[in-house]
């Protein structure tokens, strides 16, 4: 088992990002505290040693977006963040209608923008966390930025 300082430490460095893709992936503010939480608690169980922080922060995220395919597998019914959760997220109000844009993507293009654009990582790295190959996830990248467009023209033109 990790130990209390370790878990502490986790939490400190990553606790912050897991919670935010979790968050963007379920929509729901307890959904995604709940999805954190699980996160943290199969990091304790399952005790990983990493070579790395990034290969740690790469794990947790791992951990993370599937707890929360697992929920959304789970849910009955779709809850939505409410307008102020979101704008609380967001910087500024062009931050905010894109990342209710980016809430709308069909699952297999947010993760893969969540990790590109906000978490900051390369496509080699998300290949190699959602187990596809980097031409899949370039295309994915490519598709979910022009899905992406879309709807923010949709929505807020």
């Known amino acids: 088992m990790v130990s209390a300082d370790v878990i502490r430490d986790a939490l400190d460095n990553y606790g912050d990002a897991v919670y935010k893709l979790c968050l963007i992936m379920l929509k729901n503010h307890a959904d995604a505290a709940d999805a954190a939480q699980e996160t943290f608690i199969t990091y304790m169980d399952k005790s990983p040693l990493f070579t790395?922080?990034?290969?740690?922060?790469?794990?947790?995220?791992?951990?993370?977006?599937?707890?929360?395919?697992?929920?959304?597998?789970?849910?009955?019914?779709?809850?939505?963040?409410?307008?102020?959760?979101l704008e609380n997220y967001a910087e500024n109000t062009e931050e905010y209608g894109i990342v209710e844009a980016l809430t709308e993507l069909p699952d297999k293009y947010r993760i893969v923008m969540i990790l590109h654009y906000i978490e900051g990582y390369k496509t080699e790295e998300i290949a190699g966390m959602i187990g596809k190959t980097v031409s899949a996830v370039?295309?994915?990248?490519?598709?979910?930025?022009?899905?992406?467009?879309?709807?923010?023209?949709k929505e807020y033109m």
Not at 52 to 78: F, H, I, T, Y
Not at 138 to 153: D, F, I, P, V, W
């Open 52 to 85: 790395g922080a990034e290969k740690e922060k790469a794990w947790l995220m791992q951990v993370a977006a599937n707890k929360c395919r697992d929920m959304l597998r789970m849910r009955s019914r779709r809850n939505t963040v409410s307008d102020d959760i």
């Open 138 to 153: 370039k295309m994915r990248l490519s598709k979910g930025r022009t899905m992406l467009r879309e709807t923010y023209r």
